[in-house]
């Protein structure tokens, strides 16, 4: 089943979707406990809807997804968005080779030995459609990097491995838009992560039952061209393995989002860079979840201005 959440005139919703059909079920119309509660927060749904039964939505009578515009599948999770890095081994060289990898000291091997969590805040959390901003003086080294993002659906803390996919509600779609020049100046990865709007995420949340034992396909394209395309399986940690670790020390929340990494293929990995530009179409499409569109904008100085002063 795949839900999302979206917006249908002033009326923001959570709803199940049918991608196949175009249609869209407010989860009132189809769950009883939703119809005294309105749902349209979708942390509080996934807490309510966590390993019960879901049956496959009706054939007919929902609404046309053309009328309503999809937003960020999780508006404001529990916390901010934990991120792995270099979890993919092509990609671990190719940011080692950079000079962008301020984290790495000497000359030891490129592949951590331990997953390294670092975290972007909500307020960069943006929709599946929306425009990727160039703010004033963070623009000129922008990179894209498409994940595949974890939704935790079950509270936990000291999570086993064994019992880690036991808490996982499903999967979505992340693109972990970072300013390289941030990161690499500041010996550290907050700042050039957490810029507002450098998450895109959707398009909806796939339940874990859906791709139960599937290697995913994660692809990357700029304007039309492939720059990622890799499988989950060349993970070096693990969906399960990020669970034990980030639930060692903080229990686990329902709503909560793990992006597990990047593949081979970021703007840093050529010679030279190939950053992001005003105009610029990103897509990142996982096999069987979905697909999100964002074109890179610049924004103004004065709107930038008026943003920060409201």
Known sequence: ????????????????????????????????????????????????????????????????????????????????????????????????????????????????????????????????????????????????????AVVIGKKGRGISKAAALQHVFGYTILNDVTARDLQRDHNQWYLGKAVDGFAPMGPWIVTADELAGMDLQVRTTVNGETRQDANTSDLIFDVPTLIATISKGMELLPGDIIATGTPEGVGIGFNPPRFLKDGDVVEVEISHVGRIRNVVRRVAASAARQTATG
């Not at 979708?42 to 997804?65: E, F, S």
């Not at 937003?71 to 999770?77: D, G, T, W, Y």
């Not at 943006?126 to 004033?136: E, V």
């Open 1 to 148: 089943m795949k839900l999302a959440t979206l917006k249908r005139g002033t009326a923001r919703m959570a709803a199940v979707v049918d991608d196949t059909q175009a249609l869209f079920w407010p989860l009132a119309d189809l769950f009883p406990e939703f119809r005294q509660h309105p749902a349209d927060d979708m942390v509080a749904a996934i807490a309510r809807l966590h390993q019960r039964q879901l049956a496959d939505p009706p054939k007919d009578k929902g609404y046309a997804l053309q009328e309503a515009l999809l937003l960020a599948p999780i508006q404001r999770p529990p916390r901010n968005v934990f991120c792995v890095g270099k979890n993919y081994r092509a990609h671990a060289r190719e940011f080692a080779a950079s000079g962008f990898d301020a984290s790495k000291k000497g000359a030891g091997p490129a592949d951590p030995e331990k997953p390294i969590i670092f975290t972007k805040p909500w307020t960069a959390i943006a929709g599946p459609t929306d425009a990727i901003p160039l703010w004033p003086n963070i623009d000129q080294a922008v990179d894209y990097e498409g994940e595949l």
